[in-house]
């Protein structure tokens, strides 16, 4: 079946300029001998973006630059089209200061929405300019380049948009495409473990996408076949699975919370969460869950210091000498909602989300989890990056993840 690949331009028509992009693009395909199925060019509409992208298993490349509702639209569209939701990417942020600061300007206010990003999505970095950026999963690849004549963009399309649309137009066929999930590892630390596959020529590509809170590792196998990627893609999978140990917590559509339930399912076991920055987010990941009452018992948001007393029992000794973001008011905050729930495990988290509060000794992004699984108890601080939404979920990820451990017997 022949892969079909549409080229979109959003926000602009050809009469208003939009025509410079998507021609270079088109020509730099098919001067690779790959043919583009559509090019059209549609209003800043999300039904309208929608049914233009290709249909599953094609390449989308979508022309529309992060600035303005056209990005906007992009990136909600996109995130609906793979599953996934939109969340801080630190790189893309990064780089949208760096561009701002080339020209003498700060970044404008309420701009970390410029820098959400479908989780799992790949930057391309462009010089001086806006970055471009993919996904890339079972529904198909998208492409999003912003608009401009450079010759850095220019240099995206040859290293990175060719050699993709070829690979999925190669006359071996079929592609398959793998999301090995991790938690609670740096990026770096995965690197230097997967050395052997990255970067490697070959059937099947690996690289390791930073995802808000966690790391995920992208295996792309070609074939002659569908059979002929699976089986390929089924051989890298094991020794890469292997590489990644205990961190590996789920596949493709897998997430934390349904990971944690499977474990509290299968172990007979039942969770109460109490929460303080984070303001009901684990309790709303878990009760996302269909079945999840089998194995979730309650939740409560005890956000100020007399909540903290009267609802979990926190003594106000601890608080005093210690404060509300301490471990030690995290360790008081699980074993109070585990002894108010009757339950054997229990979650507590109590931090600093930002903007404001920090202190010099606790600066905003400081949090403490605390986690009891039987008679066990961890507390750990963190902290975390980004601005108050990344804070609340990064935190609700890793208590997740340190429960996930405990329950499974992973070192933390």
């Known amino acids: 079946m022949t892969t079909l690949i549409h080229v979109v331009s959003v926000g602009v028509g050809p ?21 583009v199925t559509t090019r059209v060019f549609v209003d800043e509409d999300e039904a309208a973006l929608e049914s233009a992208l290709a249909a599953p ?4 490349i ?3 630059g992060p600035g303005g509702s056209a990005g906007d639209v992009v990136r909600r569209v996109l995130a609906r089209a793979t599953g996934t939701r939109l969340a801080l990417n630190e790189r893309m942020l990064a780089a949208l200061e760096d ?20 989780q799992g999505s790949v930057l391309w970095l462009i010089e001086g300019g806006e970055p471009a950026w993919t996904i890339e999963t079972e529904r198909g690849a998208f492409v999003v380049l912003p608009r401009g004549a450079d010759a850095a963009l220019d240099a995206v399309i040859a290293e990175h948009v060719v050699p993709l649309a070829r690979a999925r137009v190669s006359a071996r066929g079929a592609i398959a495409v793998r999301t090995l999930k991790t938690a609670g590892v740096p990026v770096a630390d995965l690197e230097e473990r997967l050395a052997d596959w990255l970067g490697q020529e070959g059937d099947v590509s690996v690289t390791v996408v930073p995802v808000e809170g966690e790391a995920w590792v992208r295996l792309r196998a070609r074939g002659a076949t569908p059979a002929d990627a699976a089986e390929r893609l089924e051989a890298a999978e094991a020794s890469i699975a292997t590489a990644l140990g205990g961190d590996l917590y789920g596949r493709d559509a ?18 109460a ?22 194995w979730f018992e309650r939740g409560v948001v005890a956000y100020s210091n007399d909540a903290k007393m009267e609802l979990l029992g926190v003594p106000e000794p601890v608080l005093r000498a210690h404060g509300a973001v301490s471990a030690e008011t995290a360790e008081a905050m699980v074993r109070g909602i585990c002894a108010t729930a009757r339950t054997p495990c229990g979650l507590s988290i109590t931090g600093i989300a930002g903007p404001d509060g920090g202190t010099p000794a606790k600066p905003v ?8 699984a039987g008679d066990r108890v961890v507390t750990r601080r963190f902290r975390f990056i980004g601005d108050r939404a990344s804070v609340k979920w990064q935190s609700s990820s890793m208590a997740l993840d340190m429960l996930r451990r405990m329950l499974g017997g992973v070192p933390p």
């Open 57 to 60: 298993g094609g390449l989308s």
């Open 62 to 64: 979508v022309i529309a």
């Open 254 to 271: 897998d997430t934390l919370e349904t990971a944690v339930g499977a474990l509290l399912r299968a172990h007979g076991l039942v969770l």
């Open 273 to 294: 969460v109490a929460e303080s920055c984070t303001g009901g987010l684990v309790g709303h990941r878990l009760t996302g869950i269909a079945g999840s009452s089998a």
């Open 15 to 35: 009469l208003a300029g939009g025509d410079a992009v998507s021609g270079r693009i088109v020509g730099a395909l098919a001067a690779a001998g790959v043919p």
């Open 365 to 372: 992004g400081t949090v403490f989890i605390g986690a009891a």
């Open 99 to 118: 561009a701002y600061r080339r020209i003498d300007r700060p970044l404008p206010r309420r701009a970390d929405r410029l820098a959400l990003l479908p």
